[in-house]
């Protein structure tokens, strides 16, 4: 009989902890998870569902707009935030039951409160002061967002906050040049806010493709958002109702409401960690081994408080991983290559594998596929609006090695193109596929010939 009074205790109720937790008591093990807030994590309660659906509602401006060029009429059109909000907190609830259902099909006890170590293998609830004991931890206690210190950073909103505005602004400052920032400036203009994006860098998303980065920018700016780059918020100061926010070159921009989205941190901090001598890094991200073990190898940890890519199907890819290294005696460390993702805003974006600057520096031979042109939907509408489908590949074993698109369903077409390249497809292979006619996708299989090489970074043009 174990001493134990569980097999895992799981800290965190987001993505990777539910994951791990349910799939391990449908295993038959004695599992409990603590949560303080809502099951469901910031994914579900307040990341990336709730804004896909305020995605879907900013993107019906340019539905209706293009609409009239293909024969519709309407009369006048008329945008309500708080039916939005309710229509989000509506489904955010029934997620969040979905969840508590899972757990409980799984028997897993939930404990709904903070938990802190007390020692290695010892866990105390903060709500009631109880304690339990579990052979095996997991923490998955996620991130948060990060809030740096400056005069008035009191009166801002971060990501957690902005799904529960009140009443919709009419105008916005965003600060921040990455996912949250970029698609909150899509969102809120596209429902009709005027938007200003602050970002210390020279464009937008750093670390992106250049295309993909230059190509969103320059469409952005377009529709009327204003992006200001290289410089930074000194400060933020109350005037009358708004607020001016005071950047670094002496600009002052006044607006109703200002959004900071300068990236997450880890939620490491608090649980007691020193207790059961659990090792954290300079960020305070807990340090883990290839198999996500901890300084303690009885504990565990995955997702954003790892700090290693913040990305919900990473904490649950790590949490499969954990769970057959743990439970099933099978050592499996995560892999991290060729993760696809996608940036929500208008155009879309969709990107894996290498940027074309990335494989100029890795590559002898590099050869560039691009396509840029306007949708059909588009030719009609008279949306000037461009796509673009972009292909990287080793012009030495042929591999296609990065795909990139901006432009409708990007993110779609990335998913799609993430097993592509997994399963490491040679252009040739490509070349050989049958297009799908009329599609945007058939660009994939139809650019023949490069458009211009790089031989040992040097590029040539055709």
């Known amino acids: ?32 998870l603590a949560e303080e807030y809502r099951i469901g994590g910031t994914c579900v309660i307040r990341g990336c569902v709730p804004k896909k659906l305020l ?43 979905f969840y508590r259902k899972g ?38 206690t996620g991130s948060r967002p990060r809030l740096p210190d400056f005069l008035g950073q009191n009166l801002c909103i971060s990501s957690n906050e902005i799904f529960d505005l009140e009443t919709l602004p009419k105008s916005i400052v965003i600060v921040g040049g990455g996912y949250i920032a970029v698609e909150f400036a899509n969102i809120f203009h596209g429902i009709g ?7 210390r860098g020279k464009s937008i998303l750093r670390q992106f493709d250049e295309d993909l980065r230059r190509l969103l920018q320059e469409a952005m700016i377009a529709k009327g958002i204003r992006v200001v780059c290289n410089t930074l918020l000194e400060r933020v100061e109350k005037d009358n109702e708004q607020l ?72 649950i890819h790590e949490a499969m991983c954990f769970l057959k290294t743990a439970f099933e005696k099978k050592l499996t460390a995560p892999d991290y290559d060729l993760v696809a993702t996608a940036v929500f805003s208008r155009p879309e974006i969709g990107t894996v594998g290498f940027s074309e600057e990335e494989a100029v520096q890795k590559f002898s031979c590099i050869e560039i596929y691009k396509a840029l042109f306007r949708p059909m939907r588009n030719t009609v509408s008279g949306r000037n609006e461009k796509m673009m489908i972009k292909l990287v590949v080793d012009g030495e074993s042929r591999i296609v090695i990065g795909a990139h698109v901006l432009g409708p369903n990007a993110g ?3 998913q799609l193109m993430g097993i592509a390249l997994k ?39 055709n």
């Open 1 to 32: 009989m174990s001493i134990y009074d569980y097999d895992l205790f799981v800290i965190g109720g987001g993505s990777g902890g539910v994951r791990a937790a349910r799939l391990a008591g449908a295993m038959g093990k004695r599992v409990a």
């Open 55 to 97: 995605t879907y509602a900013a993107g019906y401006s340019e539905k209706f707009e293009d609409a009239k060029s293909f024969g519709w009429t309407f009369g006048k059109l008329h945008f309500e935030w708080e039916k939005l909000i309710s229509a989000k907190n509506q489904e955010i609830a029934r997620l969040e039951r």
């Open 103 to 140: 757990l409980e099909s799984s028997s897993v006890k939930l404990y709904e409160s903070r938990a802190v170590f007390i020692d290695a293998h010892t866990m105390q609830f903060e709500a009631t002061g109880e304690k339990i004991t579990a052979e095996k931890i997991l923490i998955a």
């Open 193 to 199: 806010v005027k938007v200003a994006l602050i970002y």
């Open 244 to 315: 001016a926010a005071i950047l670094s070159d002496g600009t002052i921009i006044a607006s109703d409401q200002i959004m900071l989205a300068l990236g997450r941190i880890p939620n490491s901090d608090n649980l007691g960690l020193e207790k059961a001598s659990i090792t954290v890094d300079a960020t305070n991200s807990i340090v883990v081994n290839r198999y996500l073990q901890t300084s303690v190898p009885h504990i565990w940890a995955i997702g954003d408080v790892t700090n290693h890519i913040q990305l919900t199907p990473i904490a």
């Open 412 to 414: 779609e077409l990335a």
């Open 423 to 461: 399963g490491q497809l040679t252009k040739d292979i490509f070349d050989a596929t049958i297009a799908i006619h009329p599609t945007a996708a058939e660009e994939f299989v139809t650019m023949y010939c490069p458009s211009y090489i790089y031989r040992d970074g040097k590029r040539q043009d």
